[in-house]
């Protein structure tokens, strides 16, 4: 049998036992700094603070060549006052539960602050998937699905697609979860493939979404999207999309990364090639008529706009004074920290958080559920229309909390995200 851990009101743990960087405490950290600006009191901020539930389950699963490899995996639920919980699960070797509990608590936050029913959840599994085949995969997902089943469903927590996970994914853990119910629950995750029941719109939300940010910050600040130079660190799913969308209005995107490495151009890349030669190759690397770039000296290249793109804490105080890109959009989640969003306050470079700049996936994901529990579907227009109003509400509202009270944006959404998770907290009450 798997053991399963769960924890409930702790707000300081680090499971990194060689003193690696504890991610938590940095979601923390930008918690309390929103809190102090608000005058969160001390009871709301033990609550906000603290994560829900904890969940660590240790299972097996069966290789190929009939092996047996014990895996861990985790689900955080940070806070179920607005609603459901909501977040993906990510398949990565390094993992840890400090993590899966900072990305909880910026679920949290990013569906706050674009209105959307929903507490965070996040998920992950301490696993390379390159390492699988389709078959250990699939027998991976169904045994994690099985072993979360008592804390997930459509009106409790629901997964989605994050690292490493696809819409194949979600239809494993749809089937799982549905087989283990008794009755087909299409509306327990979302970023399923259309067939199931997903959106239209979904695959390309996180990139949308970041776009329309990124449009409206050059309309707010007068500025030209046509004609800006882009950089992007991690040309996955979201960064990918983005390049292409950015270009498609006249952007040149100069320089792009993977896991492997990055390209630059600074005359432009074509994105279109780059995408084929990735599909092809498995990276960016050595693609023609690009130089080679390292992931860390892409985001000090000369640019506009900085998309970053990849995995967390990668804009730094050591690098953030020499980020040359006057706007930075994070498509990724926790990519900079908080000494690095000082520093670049100070020089002038308009950050969108993440909690903002990436919550077109969960929007588009509510859309899903939304369906789902309708059985009704939407076109993609629609979505697109939806998805653009919330963005550039939110962004305006943003800036406008941020301009009241002197802050940059980060410290604005959480503001106005803590206030709202706040107030469903005081409104709903502490029972029993």
């Known amino acids: ?74 689900r955080v639920q940070h806070n179920a006052a607005p ?11 390094d993992v840890t539960l400090s993590e899966v509990k900072a990305l909880a608590m910026w679920m949290t936050w990013k569906c706050a602050v674009v209105g959307l029913p929903y507490g965070g959840a996040k ?12 078959g250990e995969l699939e027998r991976l997902t169904r045994r994690f699905t099985t072993e979360l089943h008592p804390v997930i469903g459509p009106e409790v927590d629901i997964p989605a697609p994050d690292v490493n996970t696809t819409p194949q994914i979600m239809a494993w853990l749809m089937d799982t979860y549905s087989t283990n119910a008794g009755r087909t629950t299409p509306g327990v995750v979302t970023g399923k493939p259309i067939l199931l029941g997903g959106s239209l719109g979904r695959n390309e939300a996180t990139a949308q979404g970041c776009v329309f940010a990124i449009e409206e910050a050059h309309r707010q600040h007068g500025k030209k999207l046509e004609g800006s130079r882009v950089a992007v660190q991690g040309f996955g799913n979201a960064g990918a999309i983005a390049a292409r969308l ?51 000296d ?44 000082d520093i670049l306050f100070e020089r002038g470079v308009v950050v969108i958080p993440d909690i903002l700049a990436n919550a077109g996936g969960v929007t588009v994901s509510y859309f899903e559920w939304v369906q789902a529990m309708q059985a009704y579907s939407w076109t993609e227009r629609e979505v697109n229309d939806r998805l653009y109003r919330i963005m550039t509400d939110a962004y305006q509202a943003v800036a406008a909390t941020s301009e009241r009270h002197g802050v940059h944006l980060r410290t604005g959404a959480l503001a106005r995200a803590i206030e709202r998770v706040a107030e469903f907290t005081t409104v709903r009450g502490i029972w029993p």
């Open 123 to 134: 998920g992950g599994v301490e696993i390379d998937p390159k390492q699988l085949s389709l």
């Open 83 to 93: 609603g459901p919980t909501k977040g993906g699960i990510r398949y990565h070797q």
């Open 246 to 296: 950015l270009q498609e209005q006249g952007a040149i995107v100069v320089a792009v990364s993977d896991s492997r490495g990055g390209i630059v151009n600074h005359r432009g890349l074509d994105i279109a090639a780059v995408e084929d030669f990735k599909r092809i190759t498995g990276s960016v690397i050595d693609f023609p008529a690009a130089d080679a770039i390292s992931n860390e």
């Open 1 to 74: 049998m798997a053991s399963v851990a769960e924890r409930s009101g702790q707000t300081e743990v680090s499971d990194r036992a060689d003193g690696a960087h504890d991610l938590f405490a940095t979601a923390v950290e930008q918690f309390g700094i929103a809190a102090d600006l608000i005058g969160l009191d001390d009871g709301l901020r033990q609550i906000l603070g603290s994560c829900k539930r904890e969940v660590t389950v240790n299972f097996p699963v069966k290789l190929d060549d009939g092996s047996v490899k014990v895996v861990t995996g985790h």
């Open 298 to 341: 892409l985001l000090e290249v000369d640019c506009d706009i900085l998309i970053p793109a990849a995995l967390e804490d990668q804009i730094t105080r050591e690098n953030a004074p020499h980020i040359k890109a006057w706007l930075i959009a994070e498509a990724a989640n926790g990519p900079t920290s908080p000494e690095a969003d």
